[in-house]
């Protein structure tokens, strides 16, 4: 209970936070967690090293900058956002060119939508509530405190998203028939390996997680890629655009490649906005089953 109060009043310090002041805040955080706490910095240097052998040093430390920046800016962006209106939302998480998903999902086609852990993600959840209404469903993993775990799921609920969470993924089964927009995360790294598809991403055998094209094969779902962009602090546009369209044409892990490749080819253009402080080559390529 204790914890839950504690939680609430930390969420309610943070509406009344005007956002130049709120990155302030970010930019103190960034030079501490570089600098003195040197939070993963080994970890960004391998990841880094090994993703781009042939960039200097000098450039290398300038994007390590800049994925400090980027880390600081979502992680309280995204304690913001929960206090957010919609107003706020619509207006600092631009969708674009969703007209033909639109019309997908109005025929009872569910799609699958997928991104990466690049800009403010957590912003997208929100905006999907509200630019597909009644349509859009989102995975989460529980919070163990109960109390936090629901209120945490009325805050991002908004716009009438449908949360689902990940030991409960048989649900979406259900939703399917009705034309849904399934949300997708799937650049992380998976905690199954056996089961993982490997690919070749930023110059490295990386192991995937399987669900996204599990469910786009056994149900023959499209899927579109979500580009995420900040365009200035604060303001992001998702651009949606077609990537798989009919996934029966596609070999085992083709479509997970296809999907990679997309997402490395954005972070390229702009390394310091992806998630580099992340463990996501620590699995062997010789522990997997299913290969490309």
Known sequence: MIAYWFFL???QLFRWIPFPVLYIISDGLRWILQHVVKYRLSVIHKNLNASFPNVSADIKKQWIKGIYLNLTDIMLESIKGLSMTKDEILKRSLFLNTDF????????QSVIATA????NWEWGIFGFGYNFPNQSIGIYKKVNNTRINDYLNKLRSKGSIMLIPTSETRLIKEEIP?????????DQNPSNVKDAIWVHFLNQDTACVHGMEKYALNHQLPIVFVDIQ?????YYELTFSPLI????????????????SRLETIIRTNPPDWLWTHKRWKHQKKESILQV
């Open 178 to 186: 009705k034309g849904k927009l399934i949300i997708m995360m799937s």
């Open 230 to 234: 900040r365009v200035k602090r604060g």
């Open 9 to 11: 009043i930390f969420i």
């Open 245 to 260: 369209e009919d996934p029966s044409q596609h070999k085992p892990g083709e479509i997970t490649q296809i999907y990679m």
């Open 101 to 108: 998903v639109k019309t997908l999902l109005a025929s009872k």
């Open 116 to 119: 990466g852990h690049y800009g």
